[in-house]
């Protein structure tokens, strides 16, 4: 069982930037991959940066490339997720997800773990 908890939701100017954070417990050594969805009003939820636990490799949707960064603290059990330049596009519920087999990190859509969310909204 890995539970998730994410925090660093805030409202921000169009521009700005913001960090996320995904606090991990319980069996983490299981996760091979950890990732960063996120959700606005009436859209599909979408997956926007995944790291690959054992090698350290990233993935990045086209929407975020260049402007988000996915990280994790080992010693902390940490995951980040460094938004820059950030859009009112990008404001949307943010979820951190974690999965236990490699089939599933690629498939990037139906996660093994899911935290609650954090709310980020992009606004003038």
């Known amino acids: 069982q890995v539970e998730l908890v994410e925090s660093g939701g805030d409202s921000v100017q169009p521009g700005g930037s913001l960090r996320l954070s995904c606090a991990a417990s319980?069996?983490?050594?299981?996760?091979?991959?950890m990732a960063w969805f996120r959700q606005a009003p009436g859209k599909e939820r979408e997956g926007v940066a995944i790291?690959?636990?054992?090698?350290?490799?990233?993935y990045y949707a086209d929407s975020v490339k260049g402007r988000f960064s996915i990280s994790q603290d080992n010693r902390k059990n940490t995951l980040y997720l460094q938004m820059n330049s950030l859009k009112p596009e990008d404001t949307a519920n943010y979820y951190c997800?974690?999965?236990?087999?490699?089939?599933?990190?690629?498939?990037?859509?139906?996660?093994?773990?899911w935290g609650k969310g954090t709310l980020v909204t992009i606004s003038s």
């Open positions: 997800a974690a999965a236990t087999s490699m089939a599933v990190c690629l498939a990037f859509q139906d996660m093994d773990y």
């Open positions: 319980g069996y983490t050594t299981s996760s091979v991959c």
């Open positions: 790291f690959y636990t054992h090698d350290g490799m990233t």
